[in-house]
């Protein structure tokens, strides 16, 4: 017998553009009659109309909080900006829906908390979109390294490119350039692929930590070439320990580079991997994982087995995010803890409160 398939309300989904339309909408559909997108909360009622019209959904919702009231909602998908996580999901885990929450889970590490102790009151799943966790590579490359592949890990090196947070952007995304939006490169880009460094070769240890704003304006090149303040850094530098010993070395850097924009190696006793990738996003990007041991003189392929891939939405981001979403069918439907949970989100978030933290006391 088929199990009644979840029912999905989205907070923020626009049909032919944004994260929501591009990466949750084709993951939904490769999983097959798993999810029903039942309903939609935008900005505005006509959004939502636009919205539901366009995709062919039962409900547009005049609000987020008659969304998350609705009987004929199971899981609410929040996918807006950071600055509104918190009181979208306290709405619906209080209404007690089950939460799909994009990352950052709040503004903050205090944000997350409060999330994830009301989550645990109201005894839902929730989950956060820590995606690059599910990555077809991560998975592969945390296999190679408990299999041995490298031997001991003595050291691991990371270069990553935010794409923003340089000198020039839009008027979209200029929230992103200030800090006190909780939307910034270490909370983002770096966050997101720390998240996924760490299930691969466990927790950091020791840290020590800069932060540079080499540029204190942006350009918003749609307003006119208007020039705005800028409180986010654009370079950030992180080094230290894992807490096995190995050494840890980090530098993610504003727009992107004419070079490598995702360079991940882990050193070994035995071995050497590398993951290289088109930008520092490892949630959203293909990631090409090469490795050598032993008496090898150059690194060859060690990518996941082709058939893995059959099935899945083509594009990283919308495979990664399906991924999140397949084990939180489960943990609806078997009462497992498999997807990325908000207690999860927190120890990531603590993890960021430590790095900014350390930033801080440099002045």
């Keep these: 017998m088929t199990e009644t398939p979840i029912r999905v309300g989205f907070i923020g989904l626009n049909p032919d553009s944004h994260w929501a339309a591009t990466a949750h909408l084709p993951a939904l559909k490769s999983l097959g009659d798993t999810y029903e997108i039942t309903g939609v909360a935008n900005s505005t009622l006509e959004s939502a109309k636009r919205t539901a019209e366009a995709l062919g959904l039962k409900h547009a919702f005049d609000t987020p909080a008659d969304l998350v009231a609705s009987p004929d909602i199971d899981l609410v998908v929040v996918t807006v900006k950071v600055p509104y996580h918190f009181e979208l999901v306290s709405t619906a885990l209080n209404a007690g829906k089950h939460v799909y929450c994009e990352w950052p889970l709040g503004n903050g590490l205090d944000e997350a908390r409060r999330l994830a102790e009301l989550a645990a009151e109201k005894g839902v799943v929730a989950v956060a979109g820590t995606q690059a966790r599910t990555a077809l590579e991560i998975l592969h490359l945390k296999q190679l390294i408990e299999d041995g ?54 927790n950091f240890g020791t840290l020590d930590v800069r932060f540079l704003n080499r540029f204190k304006t942006v350009e918003v090149t749609d307003a006119g070439g208007e020039s705005r303040p800028k409180t986010a850094p654009d370079q950030l530098m992180v080094h230290g320990t894992m807490e096995s010993g190995a050494a840890v070395s980090i530098h993610y850097r504003g727009g992107v580079s004419r070079g490598t924009n995702l360079l991940w190696e882990i050193n070994g006793s035995e071995g050497d991997i590398q993951v290289t990738a088109d930008l520092g996003h490892a949630q959203m990007v293909q990631l090409t994982v090469k490795g050598a041991r032993g008496e090898d003189k150059e690194l060859t392929n060690l990518m996941p087995a082709p058939e ?56």
């Design 149 to 202: 592949f490298v031997g001991e890990v003595l050291s691991t090196s990371l270069i990553g490119s935010g794409g923003n947070w340089s000198d020039k952007t839009i008027e979209e995304y200029y929230y992103l350039f200030d800090s006190n939006n909780g939307a910034t490169m270490q909370s983002i880009p770096m966050a997101h692929t720390l998240a996924a460094v760490q299930d691969v070769l466990g």
């Design 308 to 363: 893995l891939y059959k099935g899945k939405p083509e594009f990283a981001g919308a495979r990664n995010v399906a991924g999140i979403y397949a084990r939180l069918a489960e943990d609806i439907r078997t009462g497992s803890q498999s997807a990325p949970s908000f207690a999860e989100a927190v120890a990531l978030h603590d993890l960021l409160d430590r790095i900014e933290r350390s930033a801080a006391a440099k002045g």
